[in-house]
């Protein structure tokens, strides 16, 4: 048995346990953690308080509450042990039919960008380039069936599901022939079935590509960097050109035409990197609130280290960058301590390193039992058909671990041979992990060239974000219990005294 | 140590204060334990929770022998400082709060009333809307009254299709007494047997004691016998009646087949306060526990269903962290259900008005998906505005239809355990004793 707990202090200094195995955050004090230390020497017998000053009242309640804690709810400790084995090939198959629950189309690997960040842009290893591969209409619908089968038995089950159906490039919107055919394949044969998504550079929003995700209520996720040197430093034109007025001058369009689509279907992505500054950029999004919609989420870009571990990277002039995220996670802290106003990218971006402590696991959640920790989802939850109708995982991994084709399925020793090597790897290690309710490692950012690359790093960024997300989130409670984050009890927290 | 170096008291991360403004309980999650506070220990513990600092001075020793009290029954702690309590959650936030909009929404069971036909003629029986259920679920009330103009398993295998796309566990056969329609229920049984768990509630008086015995043993079922408790009443006083004689050898017959079964009896005004000698009785012959289901006149406030409920006020614990969740969270009733009502419609349960369209034109799945039904069974708990202020709200009895039944613009007209009544439900003498205690300031704590 080992202790899988977090402490912390807040701002004001009073100390916080969190503890990994309810993902409860209890208040914490010398007296609680003496006895807690006595009882994880002593095992699971009553532990024997060594403070003899205490109250005698208090030293029993609190023997008696963390006793209890340990025996009713299993609370901070916990046993090396192993997961379950993965299940075989056909079984796997099967799992991916009853849990995923987004097809996603990569309808081209053309772009008229060339973002310098972009996945596609060959500065990373594993991943393609550019081309001008596009997939036919044909083999996008085919997909589209394809899928429906594999889902069949969620089907059956629950009539009612929803599924999410996204639609990729490089830009999308240079093959409107697809995306027209899928969803009027959608329309006519699987009516409510399916959530339309597409993620685009915006340059290519004409009157008529607006009508058709119009016409079809597709969510849209534009990609806004923010001001002119923020976006056009990045996402240019071939010549270099940068493409921010164009894509302003689209959404100001669709904002005229169909302003109930751009409020209640549209939002932005931006992306930032260690020269971004992202106090303008912030205040960028605040101006412009009126014709760029709500940020709904923020991405890094070759700052791995950054945004998930907070490396100090002074040393190779990140000293600033490092400045200005202090500054917008105060801006996030402070408006939230204050039931402040704050622009959507400050909240997207505050949000980035809380979301894993505040969409925690709770006590009864369960994992899948071949997958008890780490952030993964089960490949294929996500599954996405490349052009040439190859299946990938989800849209975030590179191209080098493939998991079938349209036409031969869903390939289960592929999948199984991943999740035999996580286990190996990952999971192995994550029992005496203290933050795996808040785990962020998932494939995406450990899939090397068809292989787990050492995970090591990932680990120790991610509790190190755990840790920082802690501190601020009970500094932030602590003098503002109504405050907008605590999620999990819509009800009680962070609501003593108010009256339901 | 003295109060004066602990200023602070908070209740534990696993006990959550429930307030109406005026009156306060503690729900101690983990113990399945209601604690009612009166007034002024309501007071006290509402100004520790708002991290107020508490001396003795000003709570009195009265005052700092309830915090006392609280700490060592496990239910909160003393603090030099204020603290942030994170309440212990089963569930991380997507399922707390229903954010996931794909959620499908499992119907585990399916009632199916297939018959109004049945021996008796109880006085209360087809009344239509003017009878109220407390648990209809369990009963044989016919509340949409005695009309059977068609065969409600006419169309029996499309309709069997629908429930099996409903993700159903358990089809619940009921009626009137389906053992009245031998034909409907041989051909009801015979095709859902091999795609559900099937359930019978009866008052076992179609057929003879030892074809229901056998035909539930051949086929699996599992029966739920309904009786009079004034049956039984009369029973214990002067022996049985014709009529519960013969319910009595079929539950005998049942027991010698090993047949699953239960009992659920019907109470009235007589026999709701003294139900322990009715469960004695049947728990004594066949060994089980009866549930007790309640009827009474939705119209009526008056003296009569007012005692009932004031012998009545049950509050429940709950038997896991799970049960509590979805109690504080979902509707009190904790199965995903809805019935196949007579009259061809859909209902929410046996004991409310039908969602969806007319008769015949409704089928299972889409009802089911429309947000009429779907608000019923994954909405807040604090649907009724005579509930959503109520601090007993979590330990009410489970049963909402009752509650549901009378209530007009979202005001229940009747409750068992009268909200309005603000400090007295504390001094009754509640029937479930184990799951509730009481806390009194101005005395000693209990």
Known sequence: MKRVTITVRSGRGRRYLYDDKTGCILPWSDLREAILRSKCAAGA???????????????????????????KYGAFMRASDKPAPVPSADALVALVG???????????????????????????????????????????????????ELIEPQRRQQRSKVFGLSFWGGEPLLNVAAIRAVLERVRTLYPGLFAPTMTTNGTLLTRANVA??????????????????????????ASGRGSLDLVLANLRRIKRDHPAYWADRMSTHPV???????????????QHADVVPRVATIGG????????????????????????????????????????????????????????????????????????????????????VRVDGTLDLCERVNQSFPIGHLESGVDGERIRALLDETQTKLISGCYTCPATRMCRVCFAQTLGNGCLEDLAEQCQASRRAAVRALQRFVTIMETNPQAALQTEWPEFAGRPGDGA | ?????????????????????????????????????????????SRAERNEPLDESSIGTHGRRLFEWLRDNSLGFFDDEPAYVDRLSAFGATAAL??????????????????????????????????????????????RGTSESTNPVANLASRLDEVVDLGTRVLHIRGGDPFAVWDRLTTLVQAASSKFGLAVTTPGLGRSEDEIAAFSAANGLRLNLVILADDIADALADGPSDIFSRQMSVLDALAREQVSFGVTCIVSSNTARETEPLTQFIAARWNTTPAFSEVFEASATGSATASVFAAKKQLTGWNSLGEWFIRSHRNKCLFGRCELGLDGRIHPCAGLDACGK?????????????????????????????????????????????????AENGRPQCCPLDPADEIEPAALPWRSADSVRTIRLETSTS
């Open chain 1, 45 to 71: 017998a009553d532990p024997e308080p060594a403070n003899p000053s205490a109250d005698p009242g208090d030293v029993a309640a609190e023997t008696r509450f963390i006793t209890e804690w340990f025996d």
């Open chain 1, 98 to 148: 009853a849990h995923s629950s987004q097809l996603n189309l990569t309808v081209t690997e053309a772009c008229n960008l060339r973002c310098r960040h972009c996945v596609f842009s060959g500065a990373y290893l594993y991943t393609r380039t550019h081309s001008a591969a596009v997939m036919s209409p044909e083999r996008a619908m085919r997909a589209l069936d394809w899928y429906v």
């Open chain 1, 212 to 237: 058709l995700l119009v016409d079809h209520q597709v969510n849209l996720v534009v990609s806004i960097d923010g001001h002119a040197a923020e976006h056009d430093r990045r996402r240019v034109y």
């Open chain 1, 272 to 286: 930032y990197d260690a020269s971004t500054d992202l106090v303008s950029v912030a205040e960028f999004f605040e």
């Open chain 1, 301 to 384: 870009v070759s700052l791995k280290d950054l945004v998930a571990g907070g490396t100090d990277r002074s040393s190779d002039g990140g000293a600033e960058y490092v400045g200005t995220v202090g500054r917008l996670r105060s801006d996030f802290d402070r408006a939230k301590t204050t039931n402040g106003r704050m622009s959507t990218y400050t909240e997207a971006f505050g949000n980035l390193e809380m979301s894993g402590l505040l969409f925690r696991s709770r006590y009864l959640d369960r994992s899948l039992p071949f997958m008890p920790f780490t952030g993964n989802c089960l490949p294929g939850h996500r599954v996405t």
């Open chain 2, 1 to 45: 140590m003295p109060m004066s170096m602990r200023r602070y008291f908070r209740l534990a991360s696993d006990c959550i204060l429930v307030q109406d403004g005026k009156n306060g309980v503690i729900y101690a999650v983990s113990e399945g334990r209601i604690y009612l506070l009166d007034h002024a220990a309501y007071q006290l513990v």
């Open chain 2, 98 to 143: 229903g954010m996931d909009p794909r959620a499908p929404l499992i119907m585990h069971q399916v009632d199916w009333t297939i018959t109004s036909r049945c021996a008796r003629s109880c006085a209360f029986c087809p009344r239509g809307p003017a009878t109220v259920v407390s648990q209809a679920c369990m009963t044989c009330v016919r509340q």
């Open chain 2, 358 to 406: 007319a008769a015949g034109d409704d089928r299972l799945a889409p009802v089911i998906a429309a947000s009429e039904l779907r608000d019923w069974w994954m909405g807040p708990s604090e649907r009724l505005k005579g509930c959503s202020k109520c601090n007993l709200r979590y330990g009410c009895h489970p049963c909402t239809a009752a509650a549901l039944h009378t």
